[in-house]
């Protein structure tokens, strides 16, 4: 069945350090992929998305290339915060279900 | 504030009592979904609902009740709680199910312990 796999955490990083994130899938069809954030006490919010091969979602400084070939949608950010500490969760869309990570937790420090 | 309210934020149970999960949503959604979050294994979906008066299992489903009689309600009922059951739990609602990637709206959790 589908799944996705993201590296473990967590990843502690100094501010203005450059952030990958690392998520494969598997899936039949043409899924569409996510990247959600999780900040402490507070539920999942969409970060970005990508819907088909070769798309490139951005948001906020952060960016993932969706990539069939490798079935990846690795996450990014040149630059991380302190701000940016949290949960990251990459998850797929497919046949109206949501398949998600076990999500990796980022720690900036300053 | 518009948006998905869960409560209560934190609960501790004895093996065997039961409780209900509640989950309202003021943003008029059709689709509405309860999710546990475990260490390690991601978000699980439990049960779901497509509009008022219909639910359906998630890939988890055992040992949980869902009941759906107004579009803003979806609670979520234990009815025998087990030790296996602690858990993070999340309530999230979107138009419909085919623009759930496009507007999933998360509740901020419930946190139960069952002892």
């Known amino acids: 069945g589908d799944s996705v796999t993201q590296m473990e955490g967590p990843v502690t990083l100094s501010e203005e350090a450059f952030l990958t994130i690392n998520c494969t899938y598997t899936?039949?069809?043409?899924?569409?992929l996510f990247w959600y954030v999780q900040y402490p006490g507070e539920g999942l919010q969409l970060l970005l998305k990508?819907?088909?091969?070769?798309d490139k979602g951005s948001n906020k400084g952060f960016e993932a290339t969706y990539r069939k070939e490798t079935t990846s949608f690795h996450l990014e950010k040149g630059s991380v915060q302190v701000s940016d500490s949290a949960v990251y969760f990459c998850?797929?869309?497919?046949?109206?279900?949501?398949?998600f990570g076990s999500g990796t937790k980022l720690n900036v420090k300053p | 504030n518009a948006g998905v309210t869960q409560t209560p934020k934190f609960q501790v149970l004895k093996t065997g009592q039961s409780m209900t999960l509640q989950c309202a949503q003021d943003?008029?959604?059709?689709?509405m979904s309860w999710y546990r979050q475990d260490p390690g294994m991601g978000l699980r979906l439990i049960h779901y609902s497509v509009g008022a008066g219909i639910t359906d299992q998630g890939e988890v489903p055992n040992g949980y009740n869902v009941s759906r009689s107004t579009t803003e309600d979806f609670p979520l009922r234990l009815l025998s709680a087990a030790p296996s059951q602690t858990s993070v739990y999340f309530c999230?609602?979107?138009?419909?199910?085919?623009?759930?990637?496009?507007?999933?709206?998360f509740g901020s959790g419930t946190r139960l312990t069952v002892v």
């Open positions: 899936a039949t069809g043409y899924p569409s």
């Open positions: 990508a819907t088909k091969a070769d």
């Open positions: 998850a797929l869309w497919n046949f109206n279900k949501f398949y």
């Open positions: 943003m008029n959604h059709e689709y």
């Open positions: 999230a609602s979107s138009p419909s199910r085919g623009q759930a990637p496009y507007g999933y709206t």
